[in-house]
């Protein structure tokens, strides 16, 4: 991801390592034997590794706050705006000739990491990582949007699930390699997406 890399503590912006090439110091501790881990650190020192990453843009949407936002995107009829920051402009070449576009972002609203979260219309806890919760270690995630129409560094776009302010941290075309055919899904998930369904006023469960 551009503007991403890997910095020790208390590095300044603008001395990122160039990709590929992580800063972990000029002077890592030598190793017995060769590390899995990333320029030879050790497990513990990798899971220290400060990751920085940079917004790209930002989004402008009716939604203004959480309570909001729509259970699916694939529930949502609201439209807005992806502003992408100037020095970003060039990469949206051709992004355009795209009917869907992924946007990954960071969750800027949430209070806290939880491993063992319930998710909505269940009463059971579930695995943070087998749910949708924005109470994650690293709070980002991604949605699929409709885009209507670029203009410049605007998107318009809809099937918009994100509240006003979100900050933007990648964008990618949505292609149909990434449809998954033999899609394998839990009894519990089934039975809240029909019932989540059924509050939206669909016939048929979307899963």
Known sequence: MEGAG????GQRR???APVGKPCVGSNPTPRTKASPFLGGLSLEEFKKLEIRIYPIGIIHSPLKAEEEVPIQPAFSDVEGEVEVFEEYVEGLKDLE???HIILIY???GTRGMKMLVKPFLDNEYRGVFATRSTHRPNPIALTIVRLIERRGRFLKVGLLDL???TPVL???P??????VEDLKLPSWYKRI???VSELSGLKEPRI
């Open 97 to 99: 000739e795209f009917s």
């Open 6 to 9: 890997v910095a020790e503590p």
């Open 170 to 172: 990648d964008l990618k």
């Open 14 to 16: 603008g001395t990122e």
């Open 193 to 195: 997406a029909r019932r």
């Open 163 to 165: 509240y006003n302010g």
């Open 174 to 179: 949505y292609t149909p390699d990434r449809r």
């Open 106 to 108: 960071y969750f800027h």
